[in-house]
Structures are given as C-alpha cells and as structure tokens.
C-alpha cells in the first residue's frame, strides 16, 4: 500500500528569473546544505518557425539536489519537456546555463553529452521504450552493456534492480507478456541499471491507472533512498503530486504560482 509523503506549505513559486519551488517537503530543506547536482540557470529555448521564433522556454532557472524527485507539471506546450530534454543534454539551449556536477554541460559538443548519459543519467519514456523480442532481464542487461559495464557485474546488477522494482519472479517473461505497470517498472529497471546519479522520466504514469500509477511513484521513492538518485519527472496527474520533494507548475515556458 502506497504511504503518501506530507508536503509543507506553498512557498512563493518561480517568476522568469528566480526559482522557488511550489511545493516542497522536509527533505528539501537539507538541499541547501549540499552542492546541487544540476543547475539551469536563466534558460531560455527558441525554435524557427517559418520566418518566425517562437520562445518555448523563457529563462527557467532550477536547481536538483542528490537523492530528491522533482516534479514538472503544465499542460502540453508548457515547456517542461523541452526543460527535461536540455537537462539530458539531448539538446541545447538557445540561451542560459545548464551545469551538470558543476561541469558546463550547455558547452559541450554532443559526444561528450552522449558519454555521460550513457555513464550518469537515466532516462524513462511514457512508451516504456523496451525491446519486444527480449526479455526484462535482457532489457535490463541491454543498458548494462550500453555502459560497458564489466560482463561479472551483469547478473547480479540486473537482478538487483528487477527485484527492487518488484519483478524478480517476472524477470524471464518479455513486454507482451507483462502488464502496462510491470513494462514501467521494467523500464525503470533498465533506467537505473547503470547506476545514474539523474533519473529522467517524461510522463512515466500517463498510461497507468491510478492504482499502477501509484505503485511507480512507490518505487520512485524506493529508488531515491535506495540507489542515492534525484529522479525529475514530468506529469499532469494531480494524483500523484503529494510524494514529490518538489513541484514546479509550468505555463507558457516559465514556473508561476499555482
């Protein structure tokens, strides 16, 4: 059964330059001890249009710790997954700063963004994202070799992240065989194989029932405590806010008060 987290009151939320979250818990609170683990810093995204810019992200600024999950909510077009895209450093911003581990991850050309999401970030997709012909196990075991992690450390890494997300008797079965939650947690298996330090999960409970939905986020906190990972996640769903550290509403490209 799932143990909803308690949030504190609303602070103040972010405007274009100053960045506070709407909703924060105790564990944020210990943020301010430790160096972040990510930064945006005055982010702004353009994409062309025709003769036209059209401004997507209007100088976002963020801040994710170790080991919290941080939640961006807005309507689609919002931004946020243009947000989590530059933070995976699957593209670049227009202008601003993105520091990852306080290395300038905005200035860096892509294969060296490749190696370290290949090594330090995980990413997990609404559409699961898993290979039909092969088994969780070998789903998992594919994003171990992506890392080239050493071939000894195989078995007993993938069995350790199918039975923290609760499939160590599914383990053998492939996608088709498995229900919408059990491909989820197969995809957050796979995700957190290579032992990330940023776990990136664009709408990972849009195709779940509220039940099955729940049943993620449980694991989302699991893996927090767990594997020492921040996990930043985009959603709708209001259901599932009150877990999160942190909640930033996204309108129109920028955080506002809700």
């Not at 609303?10 to 210990?30: F, I, L, S, Y």
């Not at 906190?221 to 594997?227: D, L, P, Q, R, T």
Request: proline share 5%.
């Amino acid at each position: 059964m799932l143990t909803w987290l308690s949030g504190g009151s609303a602070p103040v939320a972010t405007g274009e330059q100053e960045e506070t979250p709407v909703q924060e818990t105790d564990a944020a609170n210990k943020a301010s001890t430790v160096e972040p683990l990510l930064t945006v810093r005055n982010v702004e995204r353009s994409f062309d249009a025709g003769s036209q810019k059209i401004r997507v992200l209007k100088g976002i600024n963020l801040n994710l710790y170790p080991q919290q999950l941080v939640m961006l909510r807005g309507r689609s077009g919002s931004g946020k997954t243009t947000l989590m895209n530059l933070m995976g450093g699957l593209d670049t911003p227009t202008e601003g700063e993105i520091h990852f581990k306080g290395r300038p991850f905005h200035k860096w050309d892509d294969d060296k963004r490749t190696e370290v999401r290949r090594k330090d970030i995980g990413f997990i997709f609404q559409a699961y994202a898993l290979m039909p012909l092969l088994s969780a196990y070998e789903n998992v075991e594919l994003s171990l070799r992506m890392a080239n992690v050493p071939r000894a450390d195989w078995k007993s890494r993938v069995t350790t992240c199918l039975d923290l997300v609760g499939l160590a008797k599914r383990m053998h079965h492939r996608p088709f065989e498995l229900s919408g939650g059990e491909q989820q947690r197969v995809a957050i298996a796979k995700a957190i194989a290579h032992r990330p330090s940023l776990l990136l999960a664009d709408e990972p409970t849009a195709e779940l029932d509220s039940q099955m939905a729940a049943q993620v986020m449980q694991v989302f906190k699991e893996i927090v405590a767990s594997e020492n990972v921040t996990i930043c996640m985009t959603t709708h769903d209001p259901t599932i806010m009150e877990v999160a550290d942190h909640v930033y509403e996204m309108v129109d490209g920028v955080f506002v008060v809700k």
